[in-house]
């Protein structure tokens, strides 16, 4: 069986601290101050609830890759983990998978011209280590798991309203934030 591993946001406890981004753009030598990862607060009120959290969110690694789909080059592979990798050396800069990814990922490099995304840190998990923005998470809100191995009725993909986004199947899931009642 192929295992397809995920990254698991906890948003009871992630408190957007941007340390997952700040280790990702150190890693990766990323100048811009968006990166891979991306830490935003989301606030929903209604009449007599509160909702404050933050979402972590890089490229999701998903089960059905648009990126992989689309581009021209072969420049996207995906490791029999679930990784979706991008190729620098084969891509040619066409922009493909920047606008068909439904979640903005891929990016594109400005000294190289060609797209760039985030490759899940696979060179340490390949020696057994966590990647760097799971490692950088203060609290273990941010966590990289086998997604059979979670109990996803729990969860949530943060994409059912969306047709076109759960086609993609990102392989990441949230644990819903607590409400507080007004």
């Known amino acids: 069986m192929v295992k397809q591993i995920g990254f ?47 979402l972590s969110t890089a490229c999701n690694h998903c089960g059905n890759p648009e990126c992989l789909r689309v581009c021209p080059s072969g ?22 998978c920047i606008s068909s990814c439904p979640f903005g990922a891929p990016q594109l490099n400005p000294h190289t011209n060609k797209a760039t995304k985030c ?28 997604l059979q191995h979670i109990p996803q009725n729990q969860l949530l993909r943060l994409t059912a309203s969306v047709p076109s986004l759960r086609l993609t199947r990102p392989s990441v899931f949230y644990k819903p934030p607590r409400v507080t009642r007004i």
């Open 119 to 146: 490759q899940l840190c696979f060179e340490r998990l390949d020696h057994g280590m966590q990647p760097y923005c799971v490692q950088a998470c203060l609290t273990g809100a941010l966590q990289l798991k086998e």
């Open 8 to 54: 698991l946001l906890d948003t009871n406890y992630c408190l957007g601290c941007q340390a997952c981004a700040k280790a990702c753009r150190n890693l990766n030598q990323l100048t811009s101050p968006s990166g891979y990862r991306r830490v935003r607060k989301v606030e929903k009120l209604s009449t007599d609830t509160i909702q404050q959290f933050h």
């Open 75 to 96: 420049a996207y592979s995906k490791r029999r983990d679930g990784i979706v990798l991008h190729l620098s050396e084969k891509c040619i800069g066409c922009k493909s």
